[in-house]
Nanobody
Framework: QVHIAESGGGLVQPGGSLRLSCAAS????????MGWYRQAPGSQRELVAIIAATGNTTYIKPGVLGRFTISRDNAQNTAYLQMHNLRPEDTAVYYC??????WGQGTQVTVSS
């Protein structure tokens, strides 16, 4: 059974950093791309980043390009989203997915002074 679990969210001041983790199990992690989405209150869920199965290709949403980085460790079945220079508009619940209709429960990121 596929299981995806995000962690690493929290409250951070503007300009701060967080690293989100996405631990996956129940499938051959190294064979599938992984992605991060986020959903702010009152807004639709939006794509933030994608990483290819091998990790050699990534996509970062233009609005966070240069501040966010996606990576993965296939030996640990874990994907990461490193976020720097966080802004209040980055406040959202961040979700991880394998693009096969499997999602985690989300982790809350709040950027506020």
């Amino acid at each position: 059974q596929v299981h995806i679990a995000e962690s690493g969210g929290g409250l951070v001041q503007p300009g701060g950093s967080l690293r989100l983790s996405c631990a996956a199990s129940g499938f051959t992690f190294s064979m599938f791309p992984m992605g991060w989405y986020r959903q702010a209150p009152g807004s639709q869920r939006e794509l933030v980043a994608i990483i290819a199965a091998t990790g050699n290709t990534t996509y970062i949403k233009p609005g966070v390009l240069g501040r966010f980085t996606i990576s993965r460790d296939n030996a640990q079945n874990t994907a990461y989203l490193q976020m720097h220079n966080l802004r209040p508009e980055d406040t959202a619940v961040y979700y991880c997915t394998d693009f096969r209709q499997h999602w985690g429960q989300g982790t809350q990121v709040t950027v506020s002074s």
